[in-house]
């Protein structure tokens, strides 16, 4: 792709919309940054959109200390909290007047053609190109919720949701594919094929930004194509969502000695994985920020719950005080991931000399039932 092309002046001064989905734990915030970093290095304005049930998102922190502006839509999904889309997105026309929006929905929500992008056509198209809507999966959670392998799932219902987004999707995604030798990948874009024909499949590495090209070519050139929406057993929808426990909490880190905060986020995630583990809880995704200044973050995650928790960015030098978020997904109660939190971060708190964590902030709820604001079936 030609990283100078601008799509405000090839659109008729329409600014393009893509929303990169895919269930939690899918890499969507890597691969944002990816496209975000190439299109403001080819000269565009970009703005991009994050989006979560409660507050104190990661995702945000991290897209802000890579230098990009966003904005967050909390409190339910874009479906739900359409008009606050817009006015983000007014906002951010304000300040900056990007050329290319990038909206990363909330990882367990699915009907998002028919709720937000179909109406983003419908009310407003004279200001929007809608660009072909992407689903990502982590390889090794899709080959188990397609039954391809054995291992640690979610229940029927919750997988139900995960199944509906790669449906919806324009293009299906699949990130980390370094992780899969050939054998595996080729079974998995067999089965993808044979579920959703209709779909094309990409096979991509945000991270380690492996075939990233043809896919964001796609993504900045091409239009939506329209057709008639999936149906949705709302209730099921409802039902798996609120199988999901939900946890976003911020913890204030100080010291007289200085500590190394990146081996804390690691020994953190490792604990609350080993205390998940123990109950049967499947964790659906652990994203934690540690952040000194507010410029310089270190960020861990954990996307299974036999997974190695892995920084993918880090501070490198040791501090001395900073604040820790928190954001925990997992099939299970909302109490028993802020129990298991509570009981964590003291107990790995306590490893590091003259170190104090004192919790300025927790929520943990499951997800409300979903009640989109339009629903079309068909593109205008």
Not at 4 to 21: C, E, F, L, V
Not at 249 to 256: F, H, P, Q, S
């Amino acid at each position: 792709m030609s990283t100078t092309q601008q799509p405000n002046a090839s659109n008729g001064g329409k600014a393009r919309y893509i929303m990169i989905g895919g269930f939690l734990g899918a890499g969507k915030t890597t691969a944002v940054g990816r496209l975000a970093r190439q299109l403001t290095d080819g000269g565009m304005r970009v703005g991009l959109i994050t989006n979560d049930q409660g507050r104190e998102l990661v995702d945000t922190l991290t897209l802000r200390a890579q230098g990009f502006e966003t904005a967050e839509i909390l409190g339910g999904c874009f479906c739900c909290r359409f008009n606050s889309l817009i006015e983000a997105s007014q906002k951010l026309c304000a300040k900056t007047r990007p050329d290319v929006f990038i909206a990363e929905p909330v990882g367990s929500c699915t009907d998002l053609v028919a709720t937000v992008t179909y109406p983003l056509r419908r009310l407003y198209g004279d200001d929007f190109t809608v660009a072909p809507v992407s689903v990502m999966v982590d390889p090794v959670r899709a080959l188990r919720v397609l039954g391809v392998e054995k291992g640690g799932g979610f229940s029927e219902k919750v997988a139900y949701i995960y199944a509906k987004q790669l449906e919806e999707a324009d293009l299906i995604v699949i990130n980390k594919s370094d992780l899969l030798d050939a054998a595996r990948l080729k079974a998995l874009r067999a089965a993808l094929a044979a579920k959703f024909p209709r779909t094309e499949v990409l096979a991509v590495s945000a991270r380690r930004g492996t075939n990233l090209d043809a896919w964001f070519a796609r993504l900045t050139s091409e239009t939506q194509a329209a057709r008639r929406t999936m149906e949705v057993d709302y209730d099921l929808y409802a039902d798996g969502e609120a199988l999901m426990g939900w946890l976003n909490c911020t913890v204030r880190l100080t010291a007289t000695k200085l500590f190394d905060a990146d081996s804390l986020l690691q020994q953190l995630a490792g604990e609350i994985q080993k205390r998940l583990q123990a109950q049967q809880a499947e964790i659906a995704h652990l994203k934690m920020t540690f952040s000194a200044d507010g410029d310089h973050v270190a960020v861990a995650n954990l996307v299974r719950n036999d997974f190695v928790p892995e920084l993918s960015l880090k501070l490198g030098e040791p501090v001395k005080e900073g604040e820790l978020i928190v954001n925990l997904r997992a099939e299970a109660s909302p109490d028993a991931l802020a129990a298991t939190v509570k009981e964590s971060v003291p107990a790995i708190a306590a490893k590091f000399p003259t170190l104090q964590a004192t919790l300025d902030h927790l929520e943990h709820f499951r997800p409300g039932r979903p009640n989109p604001t339009h629903r079309d079936q068909q593109a205008v």
